[in-house]
């Protein structure tokens, strides 16, 4: 692969392959594997259209939660897919092993990426004011979205 060249599935693609600025780390598998559960719990990728749209999909605009489009999808599975789907790879999971010891405690990794998410929000919006099965906060890209 060369510097500049964009490079995957685009629908899988993590936002810095997106970028082709040859950053890509383990956390971009992170990122491919978010959009895997996506697709296996609501039946279609989160962005679709042409390569421009989806690219862009990847890069600015935030996902909607699996629940949204399905259905029965817990509150757990949204917070672990939508961690997996971060926009900047500094807020996914670092690894793997993070993952997969996410998945061994699904209801502790959704109270503690609520509280991480309502953390980026400062005094407008703290974790002892909102209960997480109330209020769920996503920090995507500097976009927060509030349900």
Known sequence: TRLGVILGTPGYMSPEQCQGRG??????????LGVAMFEALTGRVPFEGDLAAVLRGHLFTAPVPPSQRTPGVSAEMDALVMHCLEKRREDRFQSMDELVAALADLAGHATAYATASAAHLGPMFSPSTARADVVRVHW????????
């Open 140 to 147: 995507i890209s500097g976009v927060c979205l509030i349900r």
């Open 23 to 32: 950053e890509i780390d383990g956390r971009s598998d992170v990122y491919a």
